[in-house]
């Protein structure tokens, strides 16, 4: 048997179930980091040219922090390397080449979490909650365009273009995304310091309602990975700049009402969108990389 025969022939033994093989190793590389660090404390920063910002309060120290986010994008490109070889490496990033999204869909994907942030912090104001100052809005900038390489990145590399798509052949998109949600959320497990089993459930229900936003989005700018990138990285930014000081100051009722509002959410897009969350039933031509991607 030729070698290249013989290594696709490991290759598909090994990935029977590459869904688990991938939850798996997105966990086993990522935890593996964190547990490393689990003993640390203090500020995640990153400093380019003179900007020192500050990602997150994690109980780990360092780039080997933010290196632990890449295990989805990793685990991903594994996988459909053992499965499809380099060509389904290729496939993989081909969502990042859709780029040229129209002025709605980029401006959903910058805006919406940003305006969900804001209106969190109205509410919880309405409840008699003290909110907190976040600063400089210039921070916000900062954190969403120097995260975008990092976590944002190699997540949805993990979990819209590998897991999403692959999910949402054999089920529903609304199934999909609370499946995916359901992974995603405790994987943020090691990242959480000193927390109570009551911010776990609402950070879970949380990222379900997130998964949801974001399969809508992905599906509605035909797989656009670039779009969800952008997405992720404006809902970090809001909450590390926007609502993480009131958080601190406030505790879990903060993020009581964060969660609800993004369910809210979630649940006036299904309403409109419908459980397929605009995923586009009827065959279509392949959109080129580079070129507008959504209708």
Same mark, same amino acid.
């Given at each position: 048997?030729?070698?290249? @025969?013989?290594?696709?022939? %490991?290759?598909?033994?090994?990935?029977?179930? &590459?869904?688990?093989?991938?939850? =798996? /190793?997105?966990?086993?590389?990522?935890?593996?980091?964190?547990?490393?660090?689990?003993?640390?404390?203090?500020?995640?920063?990153?400093?380019?040219?003179?900007?020192?910002?500050?990602?997150?309060?994690?109980?780990?120290?360092?780039? *080997?922090?933010?290196?632990?986010?890449? /295990?989805?994008?990793?685990?991903?490109? =594994?996988? @459909?390397?053992?499965?499809?070889?380099?060509?389904?490496?290729?496939?993989?990033?081909?969502?990042?080449?859709?780029?040229?999204?129209?002025?709605?869909?980029?401006?959903?994907? #910058?805006?919406?979490?940003?305006?969900?942030?804001?209106?969190?912090? *109205? $509410?919880?104001?309405?409840?008699?909650?003290?909110?907190?100052?976040?600063?400089? &809005?210039?921070?916000?900038?900062?954190? #969403?365009? #120097?995260?975008? &390489?990092?976590?944002?990145?190699?997540?949805?590399?993990?979990? %819209?273009?590998?897991? $999403?798509?692959?999910?949402?052949?054999? %089920?529903?998109?609304?199934?999909?995304?609370?499946?995916?949600?359901?992974?995603?959320?405790?994987?943020?497990?090691? $990242?959480?310091?000193?927390?109570?089993?009551?911010?776990?459930?609402?950070?879970? =229900?949380?990222?379900?309602?997130?998964?949801?936003?974001?399969?809508?989005?992905?599906?509605?700018?035909?797989?656009? *990975?670039?779009?969800?990138?952008?997405?992720?990285?404006?809902?970090?930014?809001?909450?590390?700049? $926007?609502?993480?000081?009131?958080?601190?100051?406030?505790?879990?009722? #903060?993020?009581?009402?964060?969660?609800? @509002?993004?369910?809210?959410?979630?649940?006036?897009?299904?309403?409109?969108?419908?459980?397929?969350?605009?995923?586009?039933?009827?065959?279509?031509?392949?959109?080129?990389?580079? %070129?507008?991607?959504?209708?």
């Amino acid at each position: 048997m030729p070698e290249a @025969t013989s290594t696709n022939v %490991r290759g598909s033994r090994l990935v029977q179930s &590459p869904i688990l093989w991938f939850v =798996i /190793g997105a966990y086993l590389f990522s935890w593996t980091i964190w547990l490393s660090l689990r003993g640390h404390k203090g500020d995640l920063t990153w400093s380019i040219r003179g900007w020192t910002i500050t990602l997150a309060s994690y109980p780990a120290i360092g780039i *080997l922090g933010i290196l632990g986010t890449f /295990g989805p994008g990793i685990s991903a490109i =594994i996988i @459909t390397g053992l499965e499809k070889g380099r060509k389904g490496i290729n496939e993989l990033w081909i969502g990042l080449g859709k780029w040229r999204l129209q002025a709605r869909w980029f401006g959903i994907a #910058l805006l919406l979490f940003p305006f969900l942030g804001a209106l969190t912090l *109205l $509410l919880f104001g309405l409840v008699g909650g003290e909110v907190v100052s976040p600063g400089n &809005p210039v921070r916000w900038f900062r954190l #969403l365009i #120097l995260n975008l &390489p990092l976590g944002p990145l190699w997540e949805e590399l993990g979990w %819209r273009a590998f897991l $999403l798509n692959r999910l949402q052949t054999r %089920r529903s998109p609304l199934l999909a995304s609370i499946i995916i949600g359901a992974i995603w959320g405790p994987w943020h497990l090691l $990242l959480h310091s000193r927390t109570s089993l009551e911010f776990e459930i609402w950070f879970l =229900i949380m990222v379900v309602a997130v998964s949801v936003l974001f399969t809508w989005v992905f599906n509605r700018t035909k797989a656009s *990975l670039a779009a969800v990138i952008l997405m992720h990285s404006a809902f970090d930014a809001t909450t590390f700049y $926007l609502l993480a000081p009131t958080i601190d100051a406030q505790g879990i009722l #903060l993020v009581r009402v964060e969660a609800m @509002t993004i369910v809210c959410a979630a649940l006036v897009t299904l309403f409109f969108a419908g459980p397929e969350l605009g995923r586009d039933s009827t065959p279509s031509a392949d959109v080129s990389p580079g %070129r507008e991607s959504q209708d």
